[in-house]
């Protein structure tokens, strides 16, 4: 049975959280005079001498109307990056606990681990880069408190099967983690509608790739108000900037803008991946749900390092178990996608071998 209580770290319980006039104050105020600002503005904009609302509400009220959820289920950090650094940070007790994650998945999760002193268990995908449902359960003991799912993941940029996160979240008393990113690129349903169903469960998404707000960081986290409350106790009290916070809001407001974009983007990503297929240095286009292709081809660190004298920057995964000789290419523009491929002949051509 399931009981969030018992994940808690002993020290978050007792944790008396950082508080601020703010907090204690709901409405429209007409003068602030409790955080010490510079009354007088800044150079510039009259407006960002003020701290920012610690719990963004204005952000979290549209995104509720947009996702179908209560703004009480939201949480934002600072990038998905805080939002991993919280759950660690709230669930996990340093040199005790243990996580486990399904490589290759998104490194975060184990560097934020190595930096929170919590041991990493690794339950790789299969060979068609799914769940091996077994070694996850063969890796669970008492101290296991997260099970970290990438889907669709990166940088295989597939979607895991439904079932089998189910499965996970059906049979582990700790939180799963299911980590949304490029949902929006995917045909798979989010699990967000889900959470009054799984008590365990966290959904992470960002603005940083459908919404094209990569520079803004911002993060979000869906869960049980239980969990969401424990996040913000333990979060900084302004992690969320107020051009962050006013960005976002009209932002928000571009609905249709942004899913004509996700139709741009999906169908250049089936057009690349046909370019790409067709080449004869290329082994094999992995399919996606995501707005990259894993790619695999021959010579795959001489290619990226080529393409580098080209000034195109790819990432290198061939390094990675189960990724080698590949190289992760996100879909860009018209243009940067015909100077990928004019490149990637030229290589060809250089190199016919």
């Known amino acids: 049975m399931f009981d969030l209580d018992k994940l808690i770290r002993p020290n978050i319980k007792k944790l008396v959280p950082y508080s601020s006039a703010r907090d204690e104050f ?3 105020a007409k003068v602030f005079l409790d955080a010490n600002e510079n009354s007088l503005g800044s150079p510039l904009t009259k407006w960002y001498n003020r701290y920012p609302d610690p719990h963004q509400r204005a952000v979290k009220e549209k995104l509720a109307a947009i996702k179908g959820i209560g703004a009480e289920h939201i949480f934002l950090g600072n990038g998905s990056d805080e939002c991993i650094d919280l759950l660690y940070r709230s669930f996990c007790e340093p040199g005790k ?24 268990r690794k339950a790789p995908l299969t060979e068609d880069f799914q769940l091996d449902l077994v070694h996850i359960e063969n890796l669970v003991d008492a101290n296991t408190r997260i099970i970290w799912l990438c ?28 980590d949304e990113a490029y949902i929006n690129f995917a045909r798979q349903k989010t699990f967000i509608q889900e959470l009054t169903e799984y008590p365990n469960l966290v959904v992470m998404q960002t603005l940083s790739k459908a919404w094209g707000l990569a520079g803004l960081r911002l993060g979000m986290a869906f869960a049980s ?21 006013e960005l976002v809001l009209k932002a928000l407001d571009e609905v249709g803008q ?24 290329v082994d094999k286009v992995y399919p996606s749900d995501a707005n990259f292709l894993l790619v695999k081809i021959r010579d795959a660190r001489k290619v990226y390092e080529f393409m580098l004298t080209r000034g195109i920057v790819l990432r290198d995964r061939s390094n990675v178990k189960l990724c080698e000789d590949c190289l992760r290419i996100t879909i860009g523009t018209e243009k940067e996608n015909t100077v990928l491929v004019d490149a990637m002949h030229d290589w060809y051509d250089q190199n016919p071998g």
């Open 26 to 28: 709901s409405g429209e």
């Open 258 to 281: 942004v899913n004509d974009m996700i139709h741009l983007l999906t169908d250049m990503r089936e057009a690349m991946a046909e370019v790409f297929a067709s080449m004869p240095t």
């Open 225 to 245: 108000t239980a969990v969401i409350d424990t996040l913000d106790k333990v979060k900084p009290p302004y992690n969320i900037n107020q051009a962050t916070q």
């Open 151 to 178: 889907s669709p993941n990166n940088p295989t940029g597939n979607s895991l099967r439904r079932e089998d996160m189910e499965m996970v979240l059906n049979n582990f008393n700790g939180l799963v983690v299911i």
């Open 97 to 120: 606990d243990n996580v486990i994650i399904c490589p290759p998945t998104y490194g975060m999760y184990e560097v934020s681990a190595n930096i929170n002193d919590t041991a990493v």
